[in-house]
């Protein structure tokens, strides 16, 4: 059975600073999705890996893929304060998707 | 207009309560999907669908049970609510083939409480 753990679950950050939020899941996972969400919202997509060593950037994000150790992660480069948000991993095995408990940032001015 | 829709947005029962949430999608999606959202727990899956006859159950179905009327509606019904059904749910649907890094789309939730 697939499942996902974050790490951490809580980050506080300066602006300017980098740090990457860790994804490990249990078992096999066809595709490995990052969404980020602010409070009192929706989830919206980041990223959507599908194979090992996938890396995809977006701004001061960046994901990547290592299937062989069943990771992922989030680097996040340069923090600024916009950023500050949850942000949740998820793996997907036959269509079951199943959600990190997410890593909650916030970034200090 | 929004892609995938869910009615009510907020609604407050009584324990015991029968109450059904609603989602909607025109995005012509296969797969459709039920999560609860509580702090510190991420999203769980309740039960996911690939069409009006194949619906699964996700990680934690006991107390829910769900209905694909069509492939654009999904309700997730709480038959008997208890306030530890208390929860933020969302919908999700994504397409069932795949062909490239395709997502799943959510709707923007509805709160319910259980008093």
């Known amino acids: 059975e697939l499942k996902v753990e974050q790490n951490p679950l809580f980050l506080s950050m300066q602006e300017g600073k980098n740090y990457t939020i860790y994804c490990n899941y249990s078992?096999?996972?066809?595709?490995l999705y990052w969404y980020r969400q602010d409070p009192g919202k929706s989830l919206e997509s980041l990223f959507v890996?599908?194979?090992?060593?996938a890396v995809k950037q977006e701004g001061r994000l960046m994901a990547s893929l290592d299937t062989k150790a069943r990771l992922s992660t989030l680097h996040i480069t340069a923090a600024v304060h916009d950023l500050s948000a949850t942000y949740f991993c998820?793996?997907?095995?036959?269509?079951?998707?199943?959600f990190g408990k997410g890593t909650r940032l916030h970034i200090l001015p | 207009d929004a892609d995938v829709t869910q009615t009510p947005r907020n609604r407050i029962t009584k324990t015991g309560k029968r109450i059904m949430l609603e989602c909607s999608q025109t995005?012509?999606?296969?797969?459709m999907y039920w999560y609860r959202q509580d702090p510190g727990l991420g999203l769980r899956l309740i039960y996911y669908?690939?069409?009006?006859?194949?619906?699964n159950k996700g990680e934690i179905s006991d107390g829910y049970s769900v209905s694909r009327q069509a492939q654009a509606k999904f309700s997730l019904s709480l038959e008997s609510a208890i306030p530890n059904q208390t929860a933020l749910y969302f919908c999700?649907?994504?397409?069932?083939?795949?062909?490239?890094?395709?997502?799943?789309?959510f709707g923007p939730g509805t709160r319910l409480t259980v008093l």
């Open positions: 998820a793996g997907d095995r036959d269509d079951k998707i199943i």
């Open positions: 078992t096999t996972s066809d595709r």
């Open positions: 890996l599908l194979s090992n060593g």
């Open positions: 995005k012509g999606h296969d797969r």
């Open positions: 669908s690939f069409d009006v006859k194949d619906i």
């Open positions: 999700a649907t994504g397409p069932r083939v795949r062909l490239g890094p395709d997502t799943q789309y």
